[in-house]
Nanobody, 122 residues
Framework: QVQVVESGGGLVQAGGSLRLSCAAS????????VAWLRQAPGKGREFVAA????????RYADSVKGRFTISRENDKNTVYLQMNNLKPEDTAVYYC???????????????WGQGTQVTVSS
């Protein structure tokens, strides 16, 4: 069983930066693919970024490429999402999710956090 808790959200002006953290419990977390997804008001949940268990492979949505960076520190059971040059359209609740399947799998994520709000003002 894996439990994940997000932190680091907040209010920031356009062009600013935030770093989200996803802290996990469970000895097997280091073997899981971890992703960040987001849900804006009135919209469905969308993929943002994912990182493989080793950290060697990452994937990004086109809308965030070049601005967001996902990374992980398995010795701290933590995954990060560094968000730079934020735009108002990045406003959403950001969720951390984990699964045992690989980064390119289409399997659903097994474990989810409660989410952290990111608001970008223009």
């Amino acid at each position: 069983q894996v439990q994940v808790v997000e932190s680091g959200g907040g209010l920031v002006q356009a062009g600013g930066s935030l770093r989200l953290s996803c802290a996990a419990s469970g000895r097997t977390f280091s073997f899981y693919t971890v992703a960040w997804l987001r849900q804006a008001p009135g919209k469905g949940r969308e993929f943002v970024a994912a990182v493989s268990w080793s950290g060697a492979t990452t994937r990004y949505a086109d809308s965030v490429k070049g601005r967001f960076t996902i990374s992980r520190e398995n010795d701290k059971n933590t995954v990060y999402l560094q968000m730079n040059n934020l735009k108002p359209e990045d406003t959403a609740v950001y969720y951390c999710a984990a699964r045992s399947k690989g980064v390119d799998s289409t399997s659903p994520y097994d474990y989810w956090g409660q989410g952290t709000q990111v608001t970008v003002s223009s």
